[in-house]
């Protein structure tokens, strides 16, 4: 049974930056809601727009938009070469290619192919070389992949298993392609970085589930898989996890006790009980109080505010607190795709960094919060001089 124990109100599509204000007048809302579910312990959202309003052929994410992701992709696939000397991978949602360049695009050892729904960025790795499927993944996208390269033995995808409504769907198409001794690696925002840090705007109407390890080991189990080992991947996303699966019967990997600790940590914490995610709720509603409050007073002050990236969590995070232009001037941001344009829902213009990151602004909302160390580091003078940087989750905090 699932059980409703948060409501983030009425919430645009966290992705869909506006061209202009004719498009604000028609703009979609749905409602926001979060459950759990008592017998698998997964979270996930109440109701998900149409997958096809989410992810499109002008989907604005850009994988490869930070140093941090990039180098992650570079590690993982360096990681994945050395442990299982792949013949082929495939990719699960490729984006713009920022974890497929690392591979070969043919030959016996190291290929990789792909999957991409959103045609913008499948268009850009088949220019790259490396075939795309741009369909969502389903049981005909694996039978045409079947038929034209055979089994891959290394099944990989990062953020997209979470944004897949029907995951047992995913993860049935996922081991019904494999190799008996193939492994399958996911990584997705974690449920328990979103509870350590009151991490509500993780919640979007793209991630369909937040998932726990106890909540992946259930499901994985229903579909035959088995998972041999957890890392935890702290700066990713806000905090992930990356869990490596086998089929049950059939893999060949010995079970880490990464897994053990992982399960045994989650029951210390409480992710099996309902009571917890109640808990959680009452600290985002603080949480929102004491970001109004905090925006507020430094707008009575006069200072100028703007907001630093035009992130799909700031989505959440504007629309719930009910935070707009009269307290955020603008977004900054380097992706091109957003630049210009109007953050959803709230409409805050999103102007380039180039531009709107300037001496004037004394205090900066870290919207792009999940990438806090490599922002400090590259914003040392604005803080050398005094500038602020509002931190929203956790107990929220000023830098
Ligand atoms: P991301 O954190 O990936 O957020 P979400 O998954 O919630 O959409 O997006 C980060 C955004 O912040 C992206 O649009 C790029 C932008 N950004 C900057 O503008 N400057 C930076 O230094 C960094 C790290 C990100």
Known sequence: MIKKFLDLGKQPIANRFLSSSEQFKDEYFFNLEVGFDEDTKLVSLLQQPNKEQMFNNEYPYRSSGSETM????????????????????????????VFLKNFEKIGYRHKAISVEPCSNFAKETRKLGFQTYSEFWNDQTAENILASHGQPDVIYSSNCACHVSDVDDFLRCAKGIITDSGVIIIEDPSMEFVLQDNAYSQFYDEHAHIFSIMSLKNILEKNGLQIFK????????????????????????????????????????????????????ERVEKNKNKIIELLTRYKNENKKIIAYGATSKSTTEFNYCNIESELIDYIVDTTS????????????????????????????????WNYKCEIMRKEKEYLLRGGKFILPMGNVEVI
């Open 230 to 281: 957890v890392e935890t991947l702290p700066y990713i996303h806000g905090g992930s996890k990356r869990i490596f699966a086998q089929k049950k019967e059939k893999g060949t990997q010995l079970i880490s006790l990464s897994v053990y600790d992982e399960l045994a940590r989650e029951r210390r914490l409480g992710l099996d009980h309902f009571s917890t995610y109640e808990q959680f709720a």
């Open 70 to 97: 990039r180098k992650h992709f570079q590690m993982i696939a360096k990681d994945i070469k050395e442990h299982f000397d792949p013949k082929l991978v495939l990719e699960i949602g490729s984006n713009d290619g």
């Open 337 to 368: 795709e957003k630049i210009g344009k109007f953050s959803p829902g709230k409409h805050i213009p999103i102007i380039s960094y180039e531009k709107g990151w300037n001496d004037s602004i004394d205090v900066s909302y870290l919207s792009a």
